[in-house]
T-cell receptor, first 117, second 114 residues
Framework: AQKITQTQPGMFVQEKEAVTLDCTYDTSDPSYGLFWYKQPSSGEMIFLIY??????QNATEGRYSLNFQKARKSANLVISASQLGDSAMYFC??????????????FGKGTKLTVNP | DTGVSQDPRHKITKRGQNVTFRCDPI?????LYWYRQTLGQGPEFLTY????????KSRLLSDRFSAERPKGSFSTLEIQRTEQGDSAMYLC????????????FGPGTRLTVT
């Protein structure tokens, strides 16, 4: 079974508008971390934001925020005030076991975001 | 502050040849990871090191693949007897143990096996 599901292969948004990229995950481990990465056409994975399973508040980093709904096992990325440079692939990833567990990241298949001028 | 670097950026090789890739992590990071990414997919974990110890290996890492990190700094990934199915982007990442342990990725090495 897939551990990370990103159901939107592609998304379009107008410049300066907000967009939400969906991510659901599957784990029975009570301790886990969720990550979002951006991959522009150049290929490099850029770390955006992190949410721990025990974090009480939703994570925010500048224009990025993570809408964490633990009961629904979802960790959606919200990008506010989209810019043309936000056009890229976006990957959701999970690491199970925050301390002492596996250190590998399991990635979803990604969502291609296109920002239109 | 330099990021993760990988060399070469591109490699074209004939089936059956051996190839070796190098990764230099962020200098203060003690963890180093290798992932493989094929077209249209997210990266898949291959292996990871903490200092010089290889602590985890994926089933994807067949006996044709070997990774080393001899002095706990740079790492090499070797693929022996390459096959066309090995064509992919090979990504290296590093992190510092503790905290959120987010992984920082290099630009990748794109391997094409003809």
């Amino acid at each position: 079974a897939q551990k990370i599901t990103q159901t939107q292969p592609g998304m379009f948004v107008q410049e300066k508008e907000a967009v939400t990229l969906d991510c659901t995950y599957d784990t029975s481990d009570p301790s886990y971390g969720l990550f979002w990465y951006k991959q522009p056409s150049s290929g490099e994975m850029i770390f955006l934001i992190y949410q721990g399973s025990y974090d009480q508040q939703n994570a925010t980093e500048g224009r990025y925020s993570l809408n964490f709904q633990k009961a629904r096992k979802s960790a959606n990325l919200v990008i506010s005030a989209s810019q043309l440079g936000d056009s890229a692939m976006y990957f959701c990833a999970m690491r199970e076991g925050q301390q002492g567990g596996s250190e590998k990241l399991v990635f979803g298949k990604g969502t291609k975001l296109t920002v239109n001028p | 502050d330099t990021g993760v670097s990988q060399d070469p950026r591109h490699k074209i090789t004939k089936r059956g040849q051996n190839v070796t890739f190098r990764c230099d992590p962020i200098s203060e990071h003690n963890r180093l990871y290798w992932y493989r990414q094929t077209l249209g997919q997210g990266p898949e974990f291959l292996t990871y090191f903490q200092n010089e110890a290889q602590l985890e290996k994926s089933r994807l890492l067949s006996d044709r693949f070997s990774a080393e990190r001899p002095k706990g700094s740079f790492s090499t990934l070797e693929i022996q007897r390459t096959e066309q199915g090995d064509s992919a982007m090979y990504l290296c990442a590093s992190s510092q143990q503790g905290g959120t342990n987010e992984q920082y990725f290099g630009p990748g090495t794109r391997l094409t096996v003809t």
